[in-house]
């Protein structure tokens, strides 16, 4: 009897310790929240991201998501570009935009098209599966550019989140320009044309866009699906908040490191004022004491 509550006691305590354990290390403290939000905050006003229709929400997705993958060291890029798809947003709104976190500021805002069956207008139904010619949800990282005669010039993604989007190199998702990606097009039919699950990109985009992202940048394919939100492994707040903060900590900590000023203030000269120009002192004049005859008034 002893022994089968001593063994029960240890499974609780060993329970409770990797409960405690767990949460002292993925939960952020408050002053680490209001740091990492104050940051999102910021930049998201010094790239001017609301005058290309990027709105809040989107964009702390987005940041949340690059600090879990920074924390994850999946990123393989010393390139801070992020690539974001929204697909809240109707096919015939320019929905696809580029943002480089060094100059702040948006690179590229355009057209790219979901897959043919996720929707028409409207991107509504994601799928992982192959051959479902769906578009895909989550977090990826651009690969290698490669060129053939089916869609010219492309790039290949890897997907980074099992169950969302981890098939995507099986299923060929890739990044491609094709004809019907275009203003007339829209004119024409009413919203843009569809892929195969691929976010497809203007002609006369499509190569210089490839360019600048391949090699290991982020790209970011967002819908207001709770379920995503809720189980995808890079959307944790806290774990951002948390790395984003040791970061900043190791870097202001950093022997050589000084803060940066984006304007210094250049030192002022002592100014020499030339020693006739300095006013001249005034000089205020002493009474002289009232005399009668001879004898002096003060003395009497």
């Known amino acids: 009897m002893k022994s089968t509550q001593f063994y029960a006691l240890t499974i609780i305590a060993m329970f409770l310790y990797v409960f405690l354990f767990n949460f002292k290390t993925a939960t952020a403290n408050p002053a680490s929240k209001i740091a990492?939000?104050?940051?999102?905050?910021?930049?998201?006003?010094?790239?001017?991201?609301?005058?290309?229709?990027?709105?809040?929400?989107?964009?702390?997705?987005?940041?949340?998501?690059?600090?879990?993958?920074?924390?994850?060291?999946?990123?393989?890029?010393?390139?801070?570009?992020?690539?974001?798809?929204?697909?809240?947003?109707?096919?015939?709104?320019?929905?696809?935009?580029?943002?480089?976190?060094?100059?702040?500021?948006?690179?590229?805002?355009?057209?790219?098209s979901h897959g043919e069956n996720t929707g028409l207008l409207y991107a509504r139904y994601f799928s992982n599966k192959t051959d479902s010619f769906q578009s895909s949800l989550g977090w990826f990282l651009t690969a290698e550019s490669y060129r053939n005669t089916a869609n010219g010039y492309g790039m290949r993604l890897d997907g980074l989140e099992k169950g969302y989007n981890d098939k995507a190199r099986s299923r060929n998702i890739v990044v491609h320009a094709a004809p019907y990606v275009s203003e007339t097009y829209?004119?024409?039919?009413?919203?843009?044309?569809?892929?195969?699950?691929?976010?497809?990109?203007?002609?006369?985009?499509?190569?210089?866009?490839?360019?600048?992202?391949?090699?290991?940048?982020?790209?970011?394919?967002?819908?207001?699906?709770?379920?995503?939100?809720?189980?995808?492994?890079?959307?944790?707040?806290?774990?951002?908040?948390?790395?984003?903060?040791?970061?900043?900590?190791?870097?202001?900590?950093q022997p050589n490191s000084q803060p940066k000023t984006q304007n210094p203030q250049p030192k002022q000269q002592p100014t020499k004022i030339k020693p006739w120009l300095l006013p001249r002192p005034r000089i205020t004049p002493i009474p002289r004491p009232r005399v009668k005859g001879r004898i002096l008034l003060g003395l009497q």
């Open 36 to 112: 990492f939000e104050q940051h999102i905050n910021d930049l998201y006003f010094q790239c001017d991201l609301k005058n290309n229709a990027i709105d809040k929400q989107l964009f702390r997705h987005t940041m949340i998501g690059y600090y879990n993958l920074l924390a994850a060291n999946k990123i393989k890029s010393e390139k801070r570009i992020i690539s974001i798809v929204d697909f809240r947003k109707p096919s015939d709104q320019q929905r696809f935009y580029v943002i480089d976190l060094d100059q702040k500021k948006v690179l590229y805002q355009t057209l790219v």
């Open 186 to 253: 829209i004119q024409w039919h009413g919203s843009l044309g569809r892929s195969q699950g691929c976010p497809t990109l203007p002609e006369d985009k499509n190569e210089e866009i490839i360019n600048l992202i391949k090699g290991g940048t982020c790209f970011f394919q967002y819908y207001d699906d709770l379920e995503y939100l809720n189980k995808s492994k890079f959307m944790s707040s806290e774990t951002a908040a948390n790395y984003f903060v040791n970061m900043e900590t190791e870097t202001n900590s």
